[in-house]
C-alpha cells in the first residue's frame, strides 16, 4: 500500500508508537497504512455518515481482510474521549470547518498531543483562528496532490498562548495570516513554487479588478490584493536572500 505525498507527509508527523484518529477518514488510506506498517498499535477512523463509512470499511477488508478496525460514526471531536489518542488528523475540509470542529468543545481538543491538519481552503482564517484557542504552529508543510499544492498544519495546544485578538486581526490583515512568515521558516522543496503561483493568481485578480468599475468596493478589493501582492512579494525576496546566503 502507498500512500500519495499528501498523505504520506501527513504520516510522517506520526511518530512511531503513537495512537492516531483520522475524523472525516473518508476512504481510510491513512490510519489503514499506519497501522498495516505497524506504525501506530492503534487507530480510530470517523466519519460523519454510514455511507462515508462503509468506504473506509469496504478499504479494510480489501488492504487489511479479517483485521480489527475502530471505526466510529459521529460528528468532529465528539466520538472521542478526552485525551484518548495522542495524534488527530483532520484532512481535506474547508479551514472554517476545521476550525469549527476543533472549537467546538476547546476542553476536549486540548486534551489531545497534536493535530495534524490539511485545509482545503481559508487556511488563513484556520491560522488565526488556532491562535485564539491557544495552538502554537509546529510545522507547515507543502504537498503536492495532482496540480494542487497542498498546506499541511502540525500543531499543539500549550496553556497560556491563547490570542483573544487573532480573529480581529486576521479581518485586519487577512494577508498576513494567509501568507505568514512561517512559511518561509518552514521552507520546503515547493516553497517558492507555492509563493510564485499565489503571487501569478493575486496578480491576475488585481487585473481583473482594474478592469472593473472604481467604485468604493472595487477600490478597497484592489487595495487588499495589492497587499497581498506586496506580502508574497515579500516572501519571496526572503527566500531568495536564504538562497544565496546557503550557497555562500
Same mark, same amino acid.
Given at each position: 500500500m502507498k500512500l500519495n505525498d499528501r498523505l504520506d507527509k501527513i504520516a510522517g508527523q506520526i511518530n512511531a508508537g503513537e495512537t492516531m484518529a483520522d475524523i472525516g477518514t473518508d476512504h481510510g488510506f491513512l490510519p489503514i497504512y499506519l497501522k498495516k506498517t505497524g506504525k501506530?498499535?492503534?487507530? =480510530?477512523?470517523? #466519519? =460523519? +455518515?454510514?455511507? +462515508?463509512? #462503509?468506504?473506509?470499511v469496504r478499504d479494510c477488508e480489501i488492504y487489511e481482510p479479517g483485521e480489527p478496525f475502530d471505526l466510529r460514526i459521529g460528528d468532529g471531536l465528539t466520538v472521542l474521549k478526552p485525551g484518548e489518542v495522542n495524534d488527530v488528523v483532520i484532512a481535506g475540509m474547508g479551514g472554517s470547518l476545521i476550525a469549527d470542529i476543533?472549537? *467546538?468543545?476547546?476542553?476536549?481538543s486540548s486534551s489531545f498531543? @497534536?493535530? =495534524? %491538519?490539511?485545509?482545503?481552503?481559508?487556511?488563513?482564517?484556520?491560522?488565526a483562528s488556532l491562535s485564539?484557542?491557544? $495552538?502554537? /504552529?509546529?510545522?507547515?508543510?507543502l504537498a503536492e496532490?495532482?496540480?494542487?499544492l497542498c498546506v499541511i498544519i502540525t500543531c499543539?495546544?500549550?496553556?497560556?498562548?491563547e490570542q483573544g485578538d487573532a480573529m480581529e486581526d486576521f479581518a485586519l490583515r487577512p494577508w498576513e495570516w494567509d501568507f505568514p512568515d512561517s512559511?518561509?521558516? $518552514?521552507?520546503?522543496?515547493?516553497?517558492? #513554487?507555492?509563493?510564485?503561483?499565489? %503571487? @501569478?493568481?493575486?496578480?491576475?485578480? %488585481?487585473?481583473? /479588478?482594474?478592469?472593473g468599475a472604481a #467604485?468604493?468596493?472595487?477600490? *478597497? *478589493?484592489?487595495e487588499r490584493t495589492e497587499h497581498y501582492i506586496e506580502q508574497l512579494e515579500g516572501l519571496l525576496e526572503q527566500l531568495k536572500e536564504m538562497d544565496i546566503h546557503a550557497e555562500g
Open positions: 501506530c498499535p492503534h487507530v =480510530i477512523m470517523t #466519519d =460523519i +455518515s454510514r455511507g +462515508s463509512l #462503509d468506504k473506509a476543533m472549537g *467546538a468543545d476547546p476542553g476536549l498531543g @497534536r493535530f =495534524i %491538519l490539511q485545509p482545503r481552503n481559508n487556511i488563513g482564517k484556520l491560522r485564539r484557542m491557544g $495552538f502554537v /504552529i509546529t510545522k507547515e508543510q496532490e495532482g496540480r494542487f499543539e495546544y500549550r496553556e497560556g498562548s512559511l518561509i521558516r $518552514f521552507r520546503g522543496a515547493h516553497t517558492a #513554487d507555492y509563493l510564485n503561483r499565489e %503571487l @501569478r493568481r493575486n496578480r491576475r485578480i %488585481l487585473t481583473r /479588478i482594474h478592469c #467604485d468604493p468596493v472595487t477600490k *478597497a *478589493a484592489a
